[in-house]
């Protein structure tokens, strides 16, 4: 069945630097995929989607391109704030439904 | 637009004991989720309604978690009794159809301690 596979943190960049958080997953077909955002103390949100392959989700500064080569959706953002610290969240829908599967989360810390 | 509602926020019980969460939904959303977020890991489904109809339990441990959401609105999750291992943020979401391209709406979740 569909899994998605994400990086372990905690990531710890000074603030302005560039980020990756790598997503790869296992898919029957193309799903939507989805990358959601837990602020601390908060539900999750959120951040981008794509629903088809070769798209690309972009949401305030973060980007991540559907790509069916390397069944990746890593998440970029070119200059991060201390504001983006949260843990980052990969999800697919599990085969077929709208059931999400998350990936395990990776914690970002953004330090001044 | 409100967003999807949660209470309570914190709850510590003894093992052995009952507890009752609420979620009540975004307006006009007919797809209810109820997740349960261990520490470390990434939230995993435990029910999935449409309207007031369940569509999906199979993760639910129904032994000693049950879920009713009367009226197709709001939804309450019981646990009864607790084990230690339900210790755990349980989050309500939402969305308008049940589609696997639709956005999931979350609220902010009810962690639970359990002793």
């Known amino acids: 069945g569909n899994s998605v596979t994400q990086m372990e943190g905690p990531v710890t960049l000074s603030e302005e630097a560039f980020l990756t958080i790598n997503c790869t997953y296992t898919a029957t077909g193309y799903p939507s995929l989805f990358w959601y955002v837990q602020y601390p103390g908060e539900g999750l949100q959120l951040l981008l989607k794509a629903t088809k392959a070769d798209d690309k989700g972009s949401n305030k500064g973060f980007e991540a391109t559907y790509r069916k080569e390397t069944t990746s959706f890593h998440l970029e953002k070119g200059s991060v704030q201390v504001s983006d610290s949260a843990v980052y969240f990969c999800a697919l829908p599990r085969d077929n439904t709208d059931k999400l599967i998350f990936g395990t989360g990776t914690r970002l810390q953004v330090f001044p | 637009e409100a967003g999807v509602a949660q209470s309570p926020r914190y709850k510590i019980i003894e093992k052995r004991q009952s507890v009752a969460f609420w979620c009540n939904p975004i307006?006009?959303?007919?797809?209810l989720y109820w997740y349960q977020q261990i520490l470390g890991q990434g939230p995993k489904l435990l029910i999935q309604?449409?309207?007031?109809?369940?569509?999906?339990d199979s993760q639910l441990p129904k032994d000693r978690f049950s879920a009713e959401r009367l009226k197709g609105v709001d939804s309450t999750l019981k646990i009864q009794p607790a084990k230690l291992e339900d210790s755990a943020v349980y989050l309500c979401?939402?969305?308008?159809?049940?589609?696997?391209?639709?956005?999931?709406?979350f609220g902010p979740g009810t962690r639970l301690t359990v002793l």
């Open positions: 309604f449409q309207n007031n109809g369940v569509v999906d």
């Open positions: 979401a939402s969305s308008g159809g049940g589609w696997a391209t639709d956005t999931q709406y």
């Open positions: 307006s006009g959303h007919a797809t």
